[in-house]
């Protein structure tokens, strides 16, 4: 299975987001922002956390117009895969590929912790190597984490089962404590905690693994 | 700025900030930014339209943020 990681100028989880890939058995091509085009037959693509073009304007804006976003949102409206983590939800909520916006968080804090997320959907490939309501730990580090969505927004995502995970405490406002978001498709998925910083022992958890690898599993046998 | 209804921490920050400097009756504060943009000479409905334009795709996320443009001659 192949993954593209875009990077922006001030991306800073790419790397880490590409050893994670490739640890759960994906090849992984590392595309630049300002590439026209996806590299071929691209199963998955993965926006990584940081802070593109120095979260100016609002984070996540700018990238989304780069060009390499205009490909990625093509990838997405056939029906491909795509993860946001922390930056790249950021990204992906700019794109308008995932609804609602994330903004300064509620403390007015960068915040950088370990959190506890509930899995509220194991209805998609990134959440399918987890159990519903299994609560895993994974770090956030962001400081616009503020998930904001209108109630008819909220209320499609809960009928549709498109809320991914929920922090178990939050903290830093998000409504209904939404830690990450999935599109109608069940396709994409959009999170603040990252996944690819929980990925061997030395991290301080594992927890980010079973995302990898269940989306490794359902994409090869798809 | 921020759409009413849209929570704003920054905005609530500064509010608290004031009532601390004895500032009494600052019942809100809503922060938002002003983009100031210079622009080749053109018509200024043409302008006002483009700039509308470029609101619409970038300057402004409509999601959670409303926007005015103001031509300034």
């Not at chain 2, 080749?40 to 795709?57: G, I, L, P, Q, Y």
Request: with cysteine; charged share 20%; aromatic share 6%.
């Amino acid at each position: 299975m192949k993954v593209a990681v875009v990077v922006f100028p001030g991306s800073n989880c790419d790397r880490d987001m590409a050893v994670a890939l490739r640890a759960a058995g994906f090849e992984v091509a590392m595309v630049w922002h300002k590439e026209a085009r996806l590299p071929e037959r691209i199963d998955l693509v993965a926006i990584p956390g940081g802070f593109s073009f120095g979260d100016y304007l609002r984070c996540g804006a700018i990238a989304a117009k780069s060009p390499i976003c205009q490909s990625v949102i093509a990838h997405a409206q056939r029906g491909g895969f795509v993860l946001g983590v922390c930056n790249g939800f950021q990204v992906l909520a700019e794109t308008g590929l995932l609804p609602g916006a994330l903004i300064r968080n509620s403390n007015l804090k960068f915040l950088c912790k370990d959190v506890d997320l509930k899995v509220q959907s194991t209805a998609s490939s990134f959440t399918s190597g987890y159990q519903q309501d299994q609560v895993i730990s994974l770090p956030i580090a962001h400081h616009d984490g503020n998930y904001r969505l209108d109630a008819e927004g909220v209320k499609r995502l809960q009928d549709q089962d498109r809320i991914a995970f929920t922090y178990q405490s939050n903290p830093n406002g998000s409504v209904d404590d939404i830690a990450g978001v999935l599109s109608e498709n069940k396709r994409i998925l959009g999170l603040m905690p990252h996944p690819e910083r929980a990925i061997e022992p030395a991290h301080g958890g594992i927890d980010g693994q079973a995302m990898f690898q269940g989306c490794l599993n359902q994409l090869a046998s798809a | 700025m921020l759409k009413s209804g849209v929570l704003d921490p920054q905005g609530d920050a500064v509010q608290h900030a004031l009532g601390a400097l004895g500032f009494n009756g600052v019942e809100q504060v809503r922060q938002g930014k002003v983009i100031d943009l210079e622009l080749a000479d053109m018509e200024e409905a043409a302008a006002k339209s483009a700039v509308t334009e470029m609101c619409e795709k970038l300057l402004a996320n409509t999601v959670i943020e409303s926007y005015t443009v103001e031509i300034l001659l």
